[in-house]
């Protein structure tokens, strides 16, 4: 069955030329003009496979539709958009959104990493170990386990979106070793020098968010400066 793709674009010509681009890649697409429509798409005929979304809509904005996305759904989301400074960009990975790519962009280069995306949701459960107690403490034991793609705190789930639950397994995989921001996204993102470093800083200061006693002064995911981060487990 053919993989579902939606856009979610306010620009009739952009919204055309991708849906035949993402067409011509073997996707069955879905459009939105609004992200209202799009989220009315997603309760009313299932979540798709992956999700672009541009950030400057009418009616609600992209930020709030990743968001409201977010909330219940793990669905690879790429932004496409023409705001690209540094506020911008980071907003929309704090939203929830796994990349992002700016306008105007090549066509090859946003298949690429819709591409890199669905690999990672396909093989997001890593089995080199099975269960890891990342804190051990009695008040906030957390384990991750990524045969069963897990992570639970005092016996409750933690809700991490895809790209954060492989984060966290591959600094897990690599306990008490420093990971570059590169080697994180040629492992994580996949794709080398598309990369930008400020995707894995985004997604680590929301990791810890979840994980951590205090995400201004982290004790598990701790930043090595000039260097990149490391996971200390918690015995």
């Known amino acids: 069955m053919s993989a579902q793709l939606m856009i979610v674009e306010d620009?009739?010509?952009v919204r055309t030329s991708l849906r035949l681009a993402m067409e011509d890649e073997?996707?069955?697409?879905a459009e939105a003009e609004r992200a209202e429509a799009a989220l009315d798409q997603v309760r009313d005929f299932g979540v798709p496979d992956v999700m672009i979304v541009d950030l400057m809509l009418g009616g609600m904005d992209g930020y709030t539709c990743i968001r409201e996305v977010r909330r219940d759904h793990d669905v690879p989301i790429i932004v496409v958009s023409a705001r690209d400074d540094t506020h911008d960009v980071v907003a929309a990975l704090e939203a929830g959104a796994?990349?992002?790519?700016?306008?105007?962009?090549?066509?090859?280069e946003l298949t690429a990493r819709i591409r890199a995306l669905r690999?990672?949701?396909?093989?997001?459960?890593?089995?080199?170990?099975?269960?890891?107690v990342l804190d051990a403490a009695p008040d906030r034991r957390l384990i991750l386990c990524p045969e069963r793609g897990s992570l639970r705190l005092d016996g409750r789930d933690v809700h991490l979106t895809l790209t954060e639950f492989r984060l966290l397994c591959e600094l897990a995989q690599n306990d008490s070793l420093v990971l570059s921001r590169q080697v994180l996204l040629d492992k994580i993102w996949?794709?080398?020098?598309?990369?930008?470093?400020?995707?894995?800083d985004v997604h680590v200061r929301r990791l810890r968010t979840k994980i951590e006693?205090?995400?201004a002064d982290p004790r598990l995911i701790v930043t090595v400066r000039g260097l990149g981060y490391r996971l200390d487990v918690q015995a």
């Not at 073997?26 to 697409?29: N, P």
């Not at 690999?119 to 890891?132: C, G, Y």
Request: no cysteine; hydrophobic share 30%; charged share 45%.
């Open 190 to 200: 996949d794709r080398g020098f598309f990369g930008d470093e400020r995707i894995v």
């Open 98 to 108: 796994d990349d992002f790519v700016t306008k105007p962009f090549e066509v090859k």
């Open 26 to 29: 073997g996707y069955v697409v």
């Open 11 to 13: 620009d009739t010509r």
């Open 213 to 215: 006693r205090d995400a």
């Open 119 to 132: 690999r990672r949701t396909r093989n997001s459960a890593d089995r080199d170990i099975t269960e890891l």
